[in-house]
């Protein structure tokens, strides 16, 4: 077949790229090495935009056993246990086919954790959707938590937190981001690298079909009007081969007879025969005539760019075939022989007795160009005046307005659709600051949360990017964990603009610093770029996934309110900064003006002695500060915990809106017991930490002397109240 | 006593059941759903998830396993049967239990704790529940709106089979606190005998007080008889 200029634009790859690709190889490719091209040089596989910048990125601590650039990041947790977990997006997919893409998001993030030898304990998302009132809106948020729910509840593995929200933003790009954290034997992590020459290349899982060909190129592009047409490039899942494709290669494991192991994700058999053998510094050879199909007369192209899930190429020790044959046979399972390694350098395969490709691997891994792309400092925003009216709003509307907006509303719409229950691990269920999963049949547990702020990102992508990696640490301390490495998943819009490239690079800056600060290495993430629609791109959306270790279960700590006349106090100061916060955003409709600053020396210092004051067991309740500022977390304090408050407001000389509905950082809210209280305020004095008596927890209101009094059952019903009402359920 | 747990392809709680039951000093073994005969055992566990990834009709195809037989044959000798979630779907598939289990009402999936009230405990599954007869276990299912004709349902009211209906935290059976949809509000069901039951809530997530609670673990007291 002629290259035509057009073939090469459909394969997403630029003239320039198509020169350097004829030079790498001396010759003209043909068609099927034009498609694996494509599909290892995409943005998606590819990272050639953002690599130079994911490199300033901190990965190591004396925690972390692997970082990025494996199948998933892993951290030590004592006791010969590792924790791999890693997050991933299924953005592109999801807006075409909601159901499908959203389930083989979490079904390929889990394939990424069970590789490397751990059975998964917990999944959490963070999924993004357009305007409430957009009318695609509705079917989106259905068929993503649908999709999601349908995959991770078959797998029997616990859904245990994330984030759902709203805004215009994404109402033509949803964004999907999945993470996973598995559990596996320190002494038993397997990795993807091959060795060793004329080890058998094992093919094992489903068949290939002709489903998700190009699904990599398509999340390396701009949706237009005929996004609907790419329909054929998301994959179709099947929880059910998966769950026993977890097993058999789980009791494959149990021995030595694998030498590597990749999942087939984006741009399945060509990104994993070529990443295995590339690591490996060997070529690889497959015989594609072995390759299971779904389908007849299945083209070696489709083969190669196939992206249908439940399928691992495996490397085994030569001898072990039979074994692993029985295993792959006993959970009826495709097991097949493909081909071996070998000492050429390249990627050679074989269809009908012809040589159909012969690539040099570095063509593929190493000498993928890489982007320096121009960007620009994204414009300060402007403050705009304060309102000074707000004496006039009743903070109690306020309140109420922020507790039935659909961000702020309760989700167990959500999460009641995910089985967060099975495996019997699950100690602190979603809706808390942090998820808690015990570690199996031991004390300690591992704590997890999943964060984003795009608002503060857009308005100043570098404190956003601090902001969000504090916030998840903050989470973490919540519950009394130690928080130990994230995961993160850089969605933002088109590289090729500088203002886009820009938000990236400055985020990535703000993460760097606060990860570095704060010893919270990034171990594993991924980047999706191209979230944009008819030119119109997403806010930046980096979204962090942090996890934490709590060594014993019995210092695990909630944000419910435990009882009544306890104290109430604020830790970390309050200055009332209102910018980008629910309040200005919900109640008074001003989008302006900087997020709040974020202090990293704060950060640490009032985190830690949170920390060691729940170590202490000084602390009933600890709830962190984020979104609608101290209001919104004691309503949510009294709401879970069935306990009301009663508040008096500091002396201050700030306005009181702005007081409670402020959204400084690095604070937190806890509940102290009377007989705690002088030893907790000495404790804090004697480490210089900012904090306010609020108030006491009483019975059945929230009150704020001289202001309100709200009924804790008329805030669970407002709080309550947008989803059922969306959905329209009693 | 000795259990067995059925392993179909598919099960996820097959794990959670043998861990409730080791705790309570059963012998436990599991046991492959392609294995012709039952070890030597006093009550078999049909746990719960997807076997056969839910695909015809939930728990039909488990229903055909080549164990099944001799779960059939155990359990008309008066062997214990405890099918829980799926495990029920499978009861109802061999026709050991009567009824069928349609998808929830609100066709949703749906994973929450829920109250319910012990109306049987003359049986050798709840009778522990004395001491507690409203309880919180979790759920979590996309097919557990048990269906009967009038006819199955007086016959299970009229003779007592059913131990286990949703209500609310003080024991009010009414439909506002069914969350399925369930016929009668039932969570749970007998055999006439009384040595199967079968039942969508999962005892086996509420055996440890960090878990928020151990009302699972009064059933697995009554089998074993503490």
């Known amino acids: 077949m002629k290259m035509t200029p057009e073939l090469i634009n459909k394969h997403g790859i630029k003239p320039e790229e198509y020169n350097t690709i004829k030079k790498l190889l001396k010759r003209e490719p043909n068609l099927l090495e034009l498609g694996i091209f494509s599909a290892m040089w995409n943005e998606h596989c590819s990272y050639k935009s953002s690599k130079k910048y994911l490199k300033t990125l901190p990965t190591k601590n004396k925690k972390v056993i692997q970082g990025p650039g494996e199948n998933a990041g892993i951290i030590d947790i004592g006791d010969n246990d590792a924790l791999v977990f890693k997050i991933e997006s299924h953005n592109h997919p999801s807006f075409i086919e909601p159901f499908q893409g959203a389930a083989t998001g979490v079904g390929g993030i889990l394939r990424d954790v069970f590789t490397m030898g751990a059975r998964p304990i917990a999944t959490l998302n963070s999924i993004h959707f357009g305007s409430h009132n957009n009318p695609k809106t509705k079917n989106l948020l259905n068929g993503v938590v649908s999709g999601i729910g349908s995959y991770g509840n078959c797998m029997g593995v616990p859904n245990v937190g994330g984030e759902v929200k709203f805004n215009d933003c994404y109402n033509e790009n949803i964004l999907v981001n999945a993470m996973a954290v598995g559990l596996v034997k320190k002494n038993k992590i397997f990795f993807s690298k091959a060795q060793g020459l004329n080890q058998p290349v094992i093919y094992v899982g489903s068949k290939t079909g002709r489903d998700g060909i190009h699904g990599a190129s398509m999340a390396s592009a701009e949706f237009d009007e005929n996004s609907e047409e790419k329909k054929p490039t998301v994959q179709v899942g099947d929880p059910f081969t998966e769950k026993l494709l977890l097993e058999a290669c789980l009791e494959l494991m149990e021995d030595d007879s694998i030498i590597s192991i990749q999942d087939m994700g984006a741009a399945g058999l060509t990104s994993s025969s070529v990443e295995m053998a590339a690591k490996g510094n060997l070529g690889i050879e497959i015989n594609l005539d072995q390759v299971p199909c779904r389908e007849d007369k299945m083209e070696p192209y489709e083969m190669m760019l196939s992206e249908s899930q439940e399928r691992m190429l495996l490397i085994l020790k030569s001898g072990k075939e039979e074994k692993a044959n029985k295993i792959f046979d006993k959970w009826n399972l495709d097991f097949s022989i493909i081909g071996k390694t070998t000492n050429t350098k390249k990627l050679i395969l074989n269809f009908k007795n012809e040589e159909v490709a012969n690539i040099p691997l570095t063509a593929l891994s190493s000498d993928v160009p890489i982007y320096d792309r121009k960007w620009v400092k994204t414009a300060s925003t402007k403050k705009v005046k304060k309102m000074e009216n707000t004496k006039y709003l009743r903070l109690s509307e306020a309140l109420k307005k922020i507790l039935v907006s659909p961000n702020n509303s309760e989700k167990s719409w959500v999460w009641e659709q995910y089985d967060h229950t099975v495996m019997g691990d699950t100690i602190q269920k979603p809706g808390g600051d942090a998820a808690v999963v015990r570690v199996h049949q031991q004390k300690k547990g591992v704590a997890m949360t999943i964060d984003s702020s795009a608002h503060y990102c857009f308005a100043d992508p570098t404190t956003g990017g601090k902001q969000v990696v504090c916030e998840s640490w903050r989470n973490l301390i919540s519950v009394g964990a130690n928080p130990i490495a994230i995961t993160n998943c850089l969605n933002f819009g088109n590289p090729e603009k500088e203002k886009i490239m820009g938000q990236f690079v400055e985020s990535i800056d703000g993460i760097s610093q606060a990860c570095q600060y704060l010893d919270f290495p990034v171990v594993s993430g991924n980047v999706s770029f191209y979230n944009e629609t008819h030119n119109k791109g997403i806010m930046p959306t980096p979204t962090i996934g942090g996890v934490g270790l709590i060594e014993d279960l019995n210092n695990m700590m909630t944000k419910s309110f435990k009882e009544i006349n306890n104290y109430i106090y604020v830790v970390g100061k309050t200055s009332g900064h209102v910018y980008q916060s629910e309040f200005y955003r919900v109640v008074m409709n001003i989008k302006n003006g900087p997020p709040p600053d974020v202090n990293l020396f704060n950060e640490k210092n009032n985190g830690l002695a949170i920390k060691e004051l729940i170590l202490k067991k000084l602390l009933t309740s600890v709830h962190d500060i984020s979104s609608g500022g101290i209001m919104v977390a004691l309503a949510e304090m009294c709401i879970s915990g069935k306990i009301g408050a009663n508040i008096q407001m500091p002396k201050s000389n700030i306005n009181m809106h702005e007081y409670l509905f402020g959204e400084d950082q690095s604070r937190y809210l806890i509940e102290v017991n009377k007989k705690n209280k002088k030893e907790v305020s000495d404790f804090l004095e004697k480490n210089s930490i900012f904090y306010e008596l609020l108030g006491k927890t009483q019975n059945d209101s929230l009150k704020i002397e001289k202001e309100f009094e709200i009924k804790l059952s008329e805030l669970t019903q407002l709080n309550t109240f947008w989803f059922k009402n969306y959905f329209k359920e009693n | ?226």
């Open chain 2, 1 to 226: 006593m000795k259990s067995a747990v059925i392993v179909f392809p598919g099960s996820n709680c097959d794990r959670d059941v043998a861990i409730a039951l080791k705790k309570f000093k059963f012998e436990n073994q599991m046991v492959w759903h392609n294995d012709l005969t039952l070890p030597k055992t006093d009550l078999v566990v049909l746990p719960g998830g997807f076997s056969y990834g839910d695909y015809l009709r939930c728990g039909c195809i488990a229903s055909k396993s080549k164990i099944m037989s001799d779960v059939i044959q155990h359990s008309k000798r008066g062997g214990l049967v405890l099918g829980i979630c799926n495990g029920f779907q499978v009861l109802i598939e061999t026709g050991l239990l009567p009824g069928i289990l349609l998808r929830n009402k609100k066709l949703k999936f749906l994973a929450k704790n829920v109250f319910l009230k012990i109306l049987n405990l003359n049986n050798k599954f709840t009778s522990s529940y004395k001491k507690k007869k409203i309880i919180t276990l979790p759920i979590a299912h996309n097919e557990g709106n048990y269906f009967a004709n009038d006819n199955i349902l007086k016959n299970l009211e009229d003779k007592n089979l059913i131990p286990f209906k949703y209500c609310d935290k003080n024991g009010n059976i009414k439909k506002e606190f069914n969350p399925n949809g369930s016929s009668n509000n039932i969570a749970g069901i007998l055999n006439s005998e009384k040595n199967i039951l079968g039942m969508m809530p999962h005892p086996e997530r509420l055996i440890d007080p960090l878990l928020s609670g151990e009302d699972g673990s009064i059933l697995f007291e009554s089998l074993i008889g503490i």
